[in-house]
Nanobody
Framework: QVQLVESGGGLVQAGGSLRLSCAAS????????MAWFRQAPGKEREFVTA????????YYADSVKGRFTISRDYVENTIYLEMNSLKPEDTAVYLC???????????????WGQGTQVTVSS
């Protein structure tokens, strides 16, 4: 069982930056791939980025490539999402997820956090 708690969301102007955190409970954090998804009002949940269990492989949606960076800290049992050059279209609830393999597929992730709101004003 893995419990995930996101934090760090907020209101930021276009072009600004935010850093999201996702704290994981449980001793098996290091064996899980982790990911960030986001969901805007009236839209489907979409993949943002993922990192493999060993931190070696990372994957990004084209819409965030070059602007967002995912990382993980095995001591703190936490993953991070550094978001730069934010755009109004990045506005969404951001959710972290844990799964056995780092993929871009929502259904491959078993554990989910409650999400944190990110709002980018123009």
């Amino acid at each position: 069982q893995v419990q995930l708690v996101e934090s760090g969301g907020g209101l930021v102007q276009a072009g600004g930056s935010l850093r999201l955190s996702c704290a994981a409970s449980g001793r098996t954090f290091s064996s899980y791939a982790m990911a960030w998804f986001r969901q805007a009002p009236g839209k489907e949940r979409e993949f943002v980025t993922a990192i493999s269990w060993n931190g070696i492989n990372t994957y990004y949606a084209d819409s965030v490539k070059g602007r967002f960076t995912i990382s993980r800290d095995y001591v703190e049992n936490t993953i991070y999402l550094e978001m730069n050059s934010l755009k109004p279209e990045d506005t969404a609830v951001y959710l972290c997820a844990a799964g056995r393999v780092a993929t871009m597929t929502l259904g491959d992730y078993r554990y989910w956090g409650q999400g944190t709101q990110v709002t980018v004003s123009s």
